[in-house]
C-alpha cells in the first residue's frame, strides 16, 4: 500500500502524459494545462518544507554553540527581515497584507534588499568564475597524456584567437580556433546530446515502468 | 623544492592577484593595443572609406538595448566614420525598443563630430552634424519585414514623417531619394531575426550592397552568406567592433573591452605554460 | 579575539564609514537622500568585496555575506512563490472571499474543484513532518515524478534523438561538380569547398566515434576501441575548445564588478 | 477634495455602465489613400488558385489558406507588396465584442469599488476620530454617503457581471450559427498579412473563449485573399474559398515518428529487462569514475572525514536529478554501513525531501537506522549563487574527504569544482549539461559524462533488471548508428523519402 500507490501514480500519470504528446485535440491540452498547474502549488507547499529545514538547521547550530554559531543568526535575521517585507506593504495610503501595487512592489525595503545586497552579492559570486577559470587552467592544463594535451592544445588555441602579437601565425589561429569551435564541437556536442537523449529516454521509461524507484528510497 | 616544482605549484592566490591586478589596470588605463583586422570587417571599412562625400549609407539600427554592450560599438564607429568622410546617413529602428537609444547614439556621435580629430593621418575639422542635411532618422514601424519591402519601393511607404515627424519630401538629403537604388550600401546592426529579413527581402530583391553587424554568438551562422556573397561584410561581437575601430583609427567601447580581454587571456595562457615548463622540465631531472 | 583581529575589523569599519561620507558627499548635490544613497552604495561595494576576500581565504566577512545572502534570497523567493503562484494562480479559481481578501479577481469557472488537488497533494507533502504519517509524501512526489518521466519520454525522444540523428544526414562531398572541378577550384581557404568538405566528414565520423564511446555493453578492443578512443579525443577537443572560449565571458564579468568598484562606487572612473 | 470628485466620477460611471451602454460597432477599417505617391500603379493580377482547409494535426481554432502567388509578384509588373487576408465576419461578433467590453469594464468597476471601500471606511474612522472643524460635518456625512451608495451598487454589478457572463456565454455559442447567414449581415475584414512571394497563411485563433482572438470550430467560414501595392488603395481581390470549418484532431500525424521510436524503444528495454531476469550474462564496460566511489567512501572513512554530496540545481522533474537519486541512495547505504559522516545541501525543497526518504532508507537498509538523523539533507536556499556561496562555506570548513556533484548543474560548476579543489577534497562529478562538461572535466579527478551519468545506477546496483535496460540503450545506440548511416546515403543520393521519415511536426 505505501509503496504500490505511488508506483501505481507514476504508472497511471507517465503513461497518459506519453498519449497526451500525441493528441493535439483541446481536451488532452486542458488536462496537460492543469497538470502543469498542479505542480507548481505543490511545489510552494514544498518550500516551506524547506524554509522550515533552514530554520531548524540554523536553530541547530546557534544552539549547539561551536565555532562560528553566532552567523545562523544573521541568516535568520535577513530571513525574517525579507518575510516581513515581502508579506506586507504600503498602498493607499495604509500598510496591510500587500504585495504589488500598480506601481511595482509595495514594500520599498524588499526591492532595496534586493538591490543592494542580493543584486551585488550574485553578481560578484558570478564573477567569481573569472578566476576560478583561471586557476582551474593553470591547475589542470598540464600535456601529462595524450587526451590532457588534446584538451589543453584546444583550449590554448581557441584562447590565442584573437591575440595580436602573433604575427603571421595569427590568422591561422584565428582559422583554426572557428573549426574547431564549429566541427569538431558540433560533432562532440551531437554526440553527447543522443547519448543524453537516448539516457533520459531509458530513465524515463524505467521510472514509468517501476523498474527505476531509486527515489522512492529504495533502489 | 626547485624551481620547476615552484612553478607547477604556485599558490593559486598568485594567480588571483595577478589576474584582478591586470583586469583593473588595462581597464583603468587607456593604452591602446593593436587589433588583427580580418577581411570581412576589411570590406566594409574600405566600402565606406572608399564613397564619394554626399554618397547615402544607410545604418538600420536594429537592436534592443540589452544588446547595446556588443551593437553600440559597431553603430558609433561606422557612423562617425560616414559623418567624418561627409557622407550622409539614414536611420531607422526596427526593433521595438531601439528608436529612443537610436537617436541618444545619434545625438552623441553628433556632439563627438564638433572636435577636430586626426584619424589614419587625415586630420578631419570638427563640423556640426544636422539632421535633416546630414543624416534622416526614419525611426520606428512594426512589422519590420513589410517596412524593408515597403523602402524597396519608396521610404514614403514605411515613413511619411520620419521619427520627429517632418514629412520626408520637406527633410533636404531626401529630395530626390526614393529608394534603396540611392543608397550606396545597407549596414545592419542587429541582435535578431531583422537580420534574416534584411538579405531575403531586402538585398534578396533590391539587390543592394548589404554589409552586418551582429552578436558574437551569432556570428558564425551568417559566414555562409558572405561565401554566396549577399553579404559583402560582416562584423561579429566585441571583436568585430574592436576591428572597425581599429581599421578607422578611431578607439572605442570595443577597444577598450579587447584591451582587458587580450591581457587577461594574456596571463592566464602564461600559468598555462608555466605550469606546463614545470612539468616537463620536472620530468626531465627526474629522468636524469 | 585576538588583537590583530580586531585591529582589523576595526580598520574595515573605518573604511567603510569614510568611504560613506566621501560617496553621500559627492551624492549630496544630485540626491536629496544622499546620506541613505551613499550607504547603500558602499554597503553593496562592502558584500562585493566580502565575497572577494573569500579568494585569499574563508573569513568573518565572507561568512557574514554569506548567511545573510541564504537568508534573504530564501525569503525572496518565498515571498514570489506565494504571491505569484498561490496568490496569483491558485487563490483565484478556489474561493471569491479569499480573492477579495487579497484583491485578485475571482475567476470563477466549472472545473476549478480540480484546483483541490494539488491543495491536497501540498497538504500530504507537509505530512513528511510527522513521523507517522510521513510516506503520504510519496504520493505527490510521486505524481510529479510521473508526469514529467512520461512528458521527458516523449520530449527526448523527438529532440534529442531523431532530430539530432537526422542533424547528421549531411552531404559528405559538398557542392560536388566532378573530380575536374574540385581540382582545378582546389584550395585551403576557410570557406573552400575543401575545408567544407573535410568538416562534414569529420561532423559525420565524430558522431559515430562519439557514440561508439558510450557502448557500455561492449568491451571497447580492437577496431570498436579505436574508434571509442578517437570518440573520446574528439570530446576532450571539444571540452577544451569550449573552456577557451568561455574565458571571454568570464572576464566580462569581472570587469561589470571592477567598473562597479571603481566607477559607482569610488568614482574613480567616469 | 480631490479624492471627492474622484469617488463623485466613479459612482457616476457605475451608473452609466449599469444602464447596459454598449460600445457602438466601429466602422469597418477605412483604407487611406497615399498622397505621398506621385506614380500611378495598375491594379495586380490576383492571386490563383486560392485553397482554405482545417490546420491539420492541431487542436481546431485554426484555418490554413494556400494560393498561387499574383502574377505580378516577382515578376510582371513586380508591384505586390503583401497579400492580405480577409475573413467574412457578420455583424454578430460586433455584438459579442459589445458584450466582452461591457463585461471588461464591469470587472474593473467592481474591483475598483472593492479596493474603494475598505478605504473609505478607514477614512471615515479618521475622520470621526479628527478635531472637530471646518467642514468636518461636511466630509463625515460626505464619506458616510458615499459608501452607502457603493455599497448599494456593489450586489447590483455583481449582478449584471453574472447575466453578462451568460450572455458572452449564449452569444459564443451562436457563433457557427451565425455564419450561416453568409453573404448577408456580414463584411469582409482583414485578418492578417503575409508578405510578397508568400504562399500560405494560417488564420490560427486561441481556444479560450471569453479571449477576442477566438476562433470557434465548426462555423463556416469564408476567406479572401487580396493583392496589395505600394500604394495599398490599389490591389486585386482573389475568388472566395468556403465555406471551410476547423476542428480538433485526435491524433497528431505528424508525430508518427515519436510514435515508432516509442514502440521500438519501450519493446527493446522490455525484451532486455525480461532477458535478464531470466539470469542471462550481461557484460559491462568498467566505467573509471564508478570504481572511484567506492575507494572514495572507504577513504573518507580512514580520514574520519565527511562526504559532501551535491544534488545540483536540477528538479525533482529532471531526469539527471532522478539518476543522482539512485547514486545517492546507493552512496548513502555504504556509508551508513562504514559509519562515515554525510552531507546533503539542497537547492529544491522537492529535491530535499527526496533525498531525506533515499537517505532514510538506505541507514534503515544498512541496518543502521540510530545513526540517521533529519538534518544530513538539509535545505539552502533557491537562489543559484546564494546555494554555492553557502556550500563553497560547507567546503572549507567541514573540509569533505570526498565531494560528489551528480546531477543538473549550471554556471556554478565551475565555482563548486575549484574550490572543492582548493579543500582538498577528491571529486567525483556527473552531469548531462553538455556546457557544464569542460569545467568538471578539468577541475574534478574523475567526470562522469552525459549518459555514463544514468548508467552509474546500474553499475552501482549491479541489478540484473537495470543491466539489461543497459544493454537495450546500447541497441538503440547500434540503431542510430545504422539509421546515420542509411540518411548519410540517402542524403548523398537525393533520396528525400527516407529523411522526411524523420521530420517532426511541432
Redesign the interface.
Known amino acids: 500500500m505505501r509503496r504500490q500507490i505511488p508506483l501505481m501514480l507514476v504508472f497511471i500519470f507517465g503513461i497518459f502524459m506519453i498519449f497526451q504528446y500525441f493528441v493535439p485535440h483541446e481536451s488532452s491540452e486542458w488536462i496537460y494545462e492543469f497538470l502543469l498547474d498542479w505542480i507548481y502549488i505543490i511545489g510552494i507547499f514544498a518550500l516551506a518544507l524547506g524554509i522550515w529545514s533552514l530554520i531548524r538547521v540554523s536553530v541547530a547550530k546557534i544552539k549547539a554553540h561551536k565555532s562560528g554559531w553566532g552567523y545562523p543568526i544573521i541568516t535568520l535575521a535577513g530571513l525574517f527581515l525579507m518575510i516581513l517585507f515581502g508579506f506586507t506593504g504600503y498602498r493607499d495610503g495604509s500598510w496591510g497584507f500587500y504585495f504589488m501595487t500598480a506601481e511595482g512592489l509595495s514594500n520599498p525595503m524588499f526591492r532595496h534588499f534586493f538591490d543592494y545586497i542580493m543584486i551585488p552579492i550574485q553578481s560578484t559570486m558570478f564573477a567569481l568564475l573569472a578566476f576560478f577559470i583561471a586557476s582551474a587552467a593553470y591547475r589542470a592544463f598540464r600535456a601529462r597524456n595524450i587526451m590532457a594535451s588534446l584538451l589543453l592544445v584546444a583550449a590554448l588555441v581557441v584562447m590565442l584567437r584573437f591575440n595580436p602579437y602573433l604575427g603571421p601565425i595569427g590568422p591561422v589561429i584565428a582559422d583554426t580556433a572557428s573549426w574547431l569551435l564549429n566541427v569538431p564541437n558540433l560533432a562532440a556536442k551531437r554526440a553527447i546530446i543522443i547519448g543524453v537523449g537516448l539516457g533520459m529516454v531509458a530513465t524515463s521509461l524505467k521510472i514509468i515502468l517501476g523498474i527505476e524507484r531509486g527515489y522512492l528510497g529504495k533502489g | 623544492m626547485n624551481i620547476f616544482d615552484r612553478m607547477m605549484s604556485l599558490d593559486r592566490r598568485w594567480v588571483f592577484l595577478l589576474l584582478v591586478v591586470v583586469c583593473a589596470v588595462t581597464y583603468i588605463v587607456p593604452f591602446q593595443v593593436p587589433i588583427r583586422v580580418e577581411g570581412e570587417v576589411r570590406s566594409i571599412y574600405d566600402f565606406i572609406d572608399t564613397l564619394k562625400p554626399g554618397e547615402i549609407v544607410f545604418i538600420a539600427i536594429d537592436y534592443d538595448p540589452n544588446a547595446l554592450a556588443e551593437l553600440h560599438p559597431m553603430c558609433y564607429a561606422v557612423m562617425e566614420h560616414c559623418f567624418r568622410k561627409n557622407l550622409k546617413v539614414i536611420v531607422t529602428a526596427l526593433s521595438q525598443n531601439g528608436p529612443g537609444m537610436a537617436e541618444q547614439a545619434i545625438l552623441n556621435i553628433s556632439d563627438s563630430l564638433m572636435l577636430d580629430r586626426e584619424y589614419n593621418g587625415v586630420l578631419y575639422e570638427g563640423r556640426e552634424i544636422r539632421n535633416g542635411e546630414d543624416y534622416a532618422f526614419l525611426g520606428y514601424k512594426p512589422y519590420f519585414a513589410l517596412v524593408i519591402l515597403g523602402m524597396g519601393q519608396n521610404f514614403r511607404i514605411p515613413f511619411p514623417t520620419d521619427y520627429y515627424g517632418t514629412p520626408l519630401d520637406s527633410i533636404p538629403m531626401m529630395q530626390g531619394v526614393q529608394n534603396y537604388d540611392q543608397v550606396a550600401c545597407v549596414v545592419d546592426l542587429s541582435a535578431g531575426n531583422i537580420t534574416d529579413a534584411w538579405i531575403s527581402y531586402g538585398q534578396g530583391r533590391f539587390y543592394f550592397p548589404l554589409a552586418l553587424g551582429l552578436t558574437g554568438v551569432m556570428g558564425a551562422d551568417y559566414y555562409p552568406y558572405l561565401n554566396s556573397r549577399q553579404i559583402f561584410g560582416l562584423m561579429a561581437g566585441l571583436y568585430g567592433a574592436a576591428q572597425y575601430e581599429e581599421m578607422a583609427n578611431n578607439p572605442g567601447l570595443a577597444k577598450d573591452g579587447m584591451r582587458v580581454q587580450v591581457y587577461a587571456h594574456l596571463v592566464i595562457i602564461l600559468f598555462i605554460l608555466m605550469g606546463n615548463i614545470g612539468y616537463f622540465m620536472g620530468r626531465r631531472d627526474e629522468k636524469k | 579575539m585576538r588583537r590583530s583581529t580586531i585591529i582589523v575589523m576595526a580598520a574595515i569599519f573605518g573604511l567603510f564609514i569614510l568611504t560613506w561620507i566621501l560617496r553621500s558627499t559627492s551624492l549630496a548635490s544630485v540626491q536629496e537622500h544622499y546620506l541613505i544613497g551613499g550607504f547603500k552604495v558602499t554597503f553593496s561595494a562592502f558584500l562585493t568585496l566580502a565575497i572577494l576576500s573569500f579568494l585569499y581565504k574563508d573569513n568573518p566577512f565572507y561568512k557574514f555575506a554569506e548567511h545573510l545572502f541564504v537568508g534573504i534570497s530564501a525569503a525572496f523567493w518565498m515571498s514570489m512563490g506565494f504571491w505569484t503562484t498561490i496568490v496569483g494562480n491558485l487563490i483565484p479559481r478556489l474561493s471569491r472571499s479569499l480573492s477579495e481578501f487579497f484583491q485578485v479577481p475571482y475567476q470563477p469557472g466549472s472545473y476549478n474543484f480540480v484546483y483541490f488537488i494539488p491543495v491536497i497533494l501540498g497538504i500530504m507533502l507537509l505530512m513528511r513532518l510527522s513521523s507517522k504519517y510521513g510516506w503520504f509524501a510519496r504520493w505527490p512526489l510521486a505524481f510529479i515524478v510521473g508526469t514529467f518521466a512520461g512528458l521527458n519520454f516523449v520530449r527526448y525522444l523527438r529532440s534529442d534523438f531523431i532530430e539530432q540523428v537526422s542533424a547528421t544526414f549531411v552531404p559528405l562531398l559538398v557542392n560536388w561538380q566532378g573530380v575536374e572541378h574540385f581540382f582545378s577550384n582546389f584550395s585551403l581557404s576557410a570557406s573552400g569547398q575543401f575545408v567544407a568538405i573535410v568538416g562534414n566528414w569529420v561532423i559525420f565520423l565524430g558522431v559515430i566515434c562519439g557514440i561508439i564511446y558510450f557502448f557500455f555493453s561492449k568491451e571497447h578492443k580492437g577496431a570498436f576501441g579505436t574508434a571509442s578512443r578517437v570518440g573520446i579525443w574528439i570530446l576532450m577537443i571539444t571540452f577544451g575548445a569550449s573552456f577557451g572560449y568561455t574565458v571571454m565571458g568570464r572576464i566580462s564579468l569581472l570587469v561589470g564588478r571592477i567598473t562597479f568598484l571603481f566607477r559607482d562606487w569610488l568614482g574613480l572612473i567616469s | 477634495m480631490k479624492c471627492r470628485s474622484l469617488i463623485a466620477f466613479l459612482l457616476v460611471l457605475c451608473a452609466f455602465t449599469l444602464t447596459g451602454a454598449q460600445e457602438g460597432i466601429g466602422p469597418p477599417d477605412s483604407i487611406s489613400a497615399?498622397s505621398?505617391?506621385g506614380d500611378s500603379i495598375l491594379p495586380p493580377a490576383p492571386v490563383g488558385n486560392l485553397k482554405a482547409w482545417d490546420t491539420d494535426?492541431?487542436?481546431?481554432h485554426s484555418v490554413t489558406l494556400e494560393w498561387e502567388i499574383s502574377s505580378d509578384d516577382?515578376a510582371g509588373q513586380n508591384s505586390v507588396?503583401?497579400y492580405e487576408i480577409f475573413r467574412w465576419t457578420p455583424f454578430f461578433m460586433d455584438t459579442l465584442k459589445g458584450i466582452r467590453n461591457s463585461l471588461a469594464q464591469t470587472?474593473a468597476y467592481i474591483?475598483e469599488l472593492?479596493?474603494f471601500l475598505p478605504?473609505a471606511k478607514?477614512r471615515l474612522k479618521v475622520h470621526r476620530k479628527g478635531e472637530p472643524g471646518v467642514g468636518f460635518a461636511d466630509s463625515v456625512a460626505f464619506y458616510v454617503d458615499t459608501i452607502a451608495a457603493s455599497e448599494r451598487w456593489l450586489p447590483l454589478h455583481k449582478d449584471r457581471l453574472g447575466q453578462l457572463r451568460r450572455e458572452r456565454a449564449q452569444a459564443i455559442d451562436m457563433i457557427p450559427q451565425a455564419h450561416k447567414s453568409y453573404p448577408e449581415q456580414g463584411e469582409w475584414r482583414k485578418v492578417g498579412?503575409a508578405?510578397?512571394g508568400q504562399t500560405s497563411y494560417v488564420d490560427a485563433g486561441v481556444?479560450e473563449k471569453v479571449s477576442g482572438d477566438y476562433l470557434a470550430d465548426h462555423a463556416d467560414y469564408y476567406y479572401r485573399v487580396d493583392a496589395v501595392t505600394?500604394d495599398s488603395t490599389i490591389r486585386t481581390s482573389s475568388e472566395i474559398a468556403g465555406p471551410v470549418q476547423s476542428y480538433?484532431?485526435?491524433?497528431?500525424t505528424g508525430?508518427i515518428?515519436?510514435?515508432v521510436?516509442?514502440i521500438v524503444?519501450?519493446f527493446l528495454?522490455?525484451f532486455f529487462?525480461t532477458k535478464a531476469r531470466r539470469g542471462a550474462d550481461?557484460?559491462?564496460?568498467p566505467l573509471a569514475g564508478i570504481e572511484a566511489v567506492d575507494d572514495a567512501i572507504g577513504r573518507a572513512t580512514e580520514m574520519g572525514k565527511p562526504i559532501l554530496y551535491v544534488l545540483g540545481l536540477g528538479?525533482?522533474?529532471?531526469?539527471?536529478t532522478?539518476?543522482s537519486?539512485?547514486i545517492?541512495?546507493?552512496v548513502a547505504?555504504r556509508v551508513a554501513e562504514y559509519q562515515t559522516k554525510l552531507i546533503v545541501p539542497?537547492y529544491?525543497?522537492?529535491v530535499?525531501?527526496?533525498a531525506?526518504?533515499?537517505v532514510?532508507?538506505?541507514y534503515l537498509?544498512a541496518g543502521r537506522p540510530d545513526d540517521y538523523y533529519?538534518?544530513i539533507v538539509?535545505?539552502?536556499?533557491?537562489?543559484?549563487?546564494?546555494?554555492?556561496?553557502?556550500v563553497?562555506?560547507t567546503m572549507?570548513?567541514e573540509l569533505p574527504a570526498t565531494n560528489m556533484y551528480m546531477g543538473v548543474f549550471f554556471?556554478e560548476s565551475?565555482?563548486l569544482?575549484?574550490?572543492g579543489?582548493?579543500a582538498g577534497s577528491i571529486q567525483i562529478a556527473g552531469t548531462?549539461q553538455?556546457?557544464q562538461?569542460?569545467?568538471f572535466?578539468?577541475?574534478c579527478d574523475y567526470t562522469l559524462?552525459?549518459?555514463?551519468?544514468?548508467?552509474a545506477?546500474a553499475y552501482l546496483?549491479r541489478?540484473p533488471?537495470?543491466?539489461g535496460?543497459?544493454?537495450?540503450?546500447?541497441y538503440?545506440?547500434a540503431a542510430?548508428?545504422v539509421?546515420?548511416l542509411l540518411?548519410?546515403i540517402?542524403?548523398?543520393l537525393d533520396w528525400t523519402a527516407f529523411?522526411d521519415l524523420?521530420?517532426?511536426a511541432k
Open positions: 497615399d505621398t505617391r494535426d492541431d487542436h481546431g516577382g507588396l503583401s470587472e474591483a472593492q479596493a478605504r478607514k498579412t508578405l510578397s481556444k505600394a480538433g484532431q485526435f491524433f497528431n508525430r515518428p515519436v510514435f521510436a516509442v524503444f519501450t528495454t522490455v529487462v550481461l557484460y559491462v564496460r528538479t525533482a522533474a529532471d531526469i539527471g532522478i539518476a537519486f539512485t545517492l541512495g546507493r547505504k539542497c529544491d525543497p522537492i530535499m525531501t527526496v531525506q526518504e533515499i532514510k532508507s538506505a537498509d533529519e538534518d538539509y535545505f539552502v536556499t533557491q537562489s543559484q549563487f546564494a546555494y554555492v556561496a553557502a563553497n562555506g572549507l570548513r554556471a565551475l565555482i569544482a575549484e574550490t579543489a582548493l548531462d553538455v556546457a562538461l569542460p569545467f572535466i578539468v577541475a559524462i552525459g549518459e555514463e551519468l544514468y548508467a545506477s546496483g541489478e533488471i537495470l543491466l535496460s543497459l544493454k537495450a540503450q546500447d538503440a545506440k542510430v548508428m539509421l546515420a540518411g548519410l540517402a542524403v548523398n529523411t524523420f521530420v517532426v
